[in-house]
């Protein structure tokens, strides 16, 4: 009954009794995971030196069998073996025990009871992908603090393992930045929202905002650290920037005119500049958001990005047409190729959205692309040596309604994405396509992620009707190999509510009245 299925499960006959007092017995380098499970078993457990056992420790003669993720778990009637060449493999071990609880276990206000057990069972169990992600929108609706706390543990329930924060766009501007106040002060802040479908839509006259300070964006990486989650950041260029050109107007092509964040969804032709202080900006904001979140990849955007403003700007057509480019349209590239080099001078690697398949080919090689269009411009990218997140919009957009049913709230228009879209997709194109090793550079399809834009989700309760349970079945497209049968899936997913009602996810329920 696990989400994601592993790779291999054999079940014993007994359990293991998980009393009131625990012997638990991490090995050199396993405390964090052991931490984490203790956590998980209750506060109220005393731990022992005698009786049952749970041991854990890492071995790193495993890295071949089970890769740098995977881990071997082996529990009987009085003893549990969780063992893992690396300390991620162990935080996903401790992922299965806690699905391999009661349900009731996981809810927040349950005492830890004596009739908890585990059934006795070995698993071995590795990803088929790396990169494992949801993409949150945080620019186009707010999101609290604590959520994105309690979206990281789920995350890690589910083995995916990116967070991927959408913290800058037209509607709002989300991590502090030193030096740049307005974009916190004003950027942050937009004075009302559209709600209802474009070319029916009317304003809500209700103001809405809110960022996080580097201080709460770092505890929010710790804590995903601990549970084998990367926050990967993305800041947006040069389109989607109206909030930034709303808190500082010299960084767009008109220094003169000053506009409010932006308080419409769709694509705005107010972009960045490309003089040289806005690319400096730029730098400066991504030097920030390196020192706040470790991880190897930032995301620049890149996406939706019309050219118009720089097609009137004559410092745009002189910087075209000083670095000898046709044209002005050749500056998109160049723009992200800039940001680009800076991180990768820090040691990062840039990711930015591909929606063409043409991009590629014209960035670097080292660029991560997430194809968020079709997935054949995903295989086109791999086929131009790029590394790739597969994340095409007909089977990962959780922003689409899920269904025609007619009390289904108002969501993205266009398409409808249903839990059987989201589990059929196949991110290696049926094997078609390679795997790509984050640690290396050879190209290939790094992995899969879900997208939970939030035009039309204002509140936590909404993203989570939108997410679940459709990024259970992501999760699977992510980590497990083998058939994939959406009958046994949809079996094993019946147990896995109760898992999630335990954890106040409102699993298929529509949240109450949006609005
Ligand atoms: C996107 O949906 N514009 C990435």
Known sequence: MIIPRPSELTPHPGRFVIGSALRLEPGPGAEPAADLLAGYLGPGRARTHAGPVIRLGLDPSHQLELGAEGYRLDIRPRRVELTAPAEAGLLNGVQTLRQLLPP????????????????????????????????????????????????????????????????????????????????????????????????????????????????????????????????????????????????YPNLGNHPDRTLPVWTRWGISEDILSVDDHTLDFCRQVLAQTMSVFPARYVHIGGDECPTTAWHTSPEARRRAARLGFRGVDELHGWFLRQMHDFLAAHDRRA????????????LPEAMALTAWRDPDHGARAVAHGHQVIMAPHTSTYLDYPQSTQPEEPQGQPGEIVTLEDVHAFDPLGGGALPVGDPAGMAPGVLGVQAQLWTEYAPTPAHTDYLAYPRLCALAETAWSTGPRELEEFLGRLDHHRHRLRALGVPVGRLPAAAR
């Not at 004596?114 to 698993?123: E, F, G, N």
């Not at 650290?225 to 109206?242: D, L, W």
């Not at 990711?351 to 014209?362: L, M, N, P, V, Y």
Request: proline share 6%; aromatic share 8%.
């Open 104 to 247: 009731a276990a996981l809810a927040a206000d349950t005492a830890p009871a004596d009739a908890w057990w585990w059934p006795c069972i070995s698993i071995r169990d590795r990803p088929r992908l790396a990169w494992r992600g949801l993409l949150l929108d945080v620019a186009r609706h707010f999101m609290p603090l604590d959520y994105l706390f309690e979206t990281v543990d789920r995350l890690a329930l589910h083995k995916l393992n990116v967070l991927h924060l959408h913290l800058t766009d037209d509607q709002g501007w989300r991590i502090e930045v030193d030096g740049l106040p307005r974009l916190t002060d004003i950027g942050a802040w937009r004075t009302e929202s559209q709600i209802g479908p474009p070319g029916d839509f009317h304003l809500d006259g209700t103001a809405h905002g809110g960022y996080y300070s580097q201080r709460e964006l770092r505890a929010l990486v710790a804590h995903a650290a601990a549970r084998g989650v990367t926050i990967v950041p993305e800041i947006e260029m040069p389109g989607h920037t109206r909030a930034a050109l709303a808190a």
């Open 351 to 362: 990711a930015c959205w591909d929606e063409t398949g043409h991009s590629a080919g014209r």
